[in-house]
């Protein structure tokens, strides 16, 4: 659960960073937070961030009562750090180029990112976990 949790976090992070961003970053002088493109990309990570939390956190508190299974907890772990890559991954779009530059915490949240699809059980072992309990097998 530390992993799912750590992975919204950090999404969380780099997401509120990039909306600052760009409400200051102008292009075609306006704001960047003034294209519909723009508006609507943030409103789907916001929309996925809150559906990926309010998960997390209900498995976090099933863990605090001992109700926390093992599928569900690799559940967490799939969906919150796929769900981590995904949102800075669209953050480091939203950047341009600056994006690319590890001078940019951005850019940085990006390169740390994506091992966490890797440790704590890859991807691929949580859904065999989770695959293996949908069709009966252990």
């Known amino acids: 659960m530390s992993l799912g949790a750590q992975a919204i ?12 961003y760009v409400k200051e970053r102008h292009a075609f002088g306006q704001p960047i937070a003034d294209f519909q ?8 990570m916001s929309a996925e961030l809150d559906v990926t939390r309010a998960y997390v956190d209900q498995c976090i ?12 907890a690799a559940k967490a772990k799939l969906w919150a750090t796929e769900t981590q890559v995904k ?13 690319y530059m ?3 915490p951005v850019a940085r949240a990006y390169q740390d990112s994506r091992v966490q699809r890797i440790h704590g059980g890859t991807s691929e072992i949580m859904k065999e976990i989770i695959g293996r309990d949908l069709v ?3």
């Open 87 to 99: 949102i800075v991954d669209r953050c480091v779009q939203m950047h341009g180029g600056y994006g």
């Open 136 to 138: 009966g097998r252990r």
């Open 61 to 72: 508190r099933a863990h605090g009562v001992g109700e926390l299974t093992a599928v569900d």
């Open 37 to 44: 493109h723009t508006r609507f990309e943030l409103a789907q």
């Open 102 to 104: 590890l001078e940019y």
């Open 9 to 20: 976090a950090i999404a969380d992070v780099v997401f509120a960073t990039t909306l600052d």
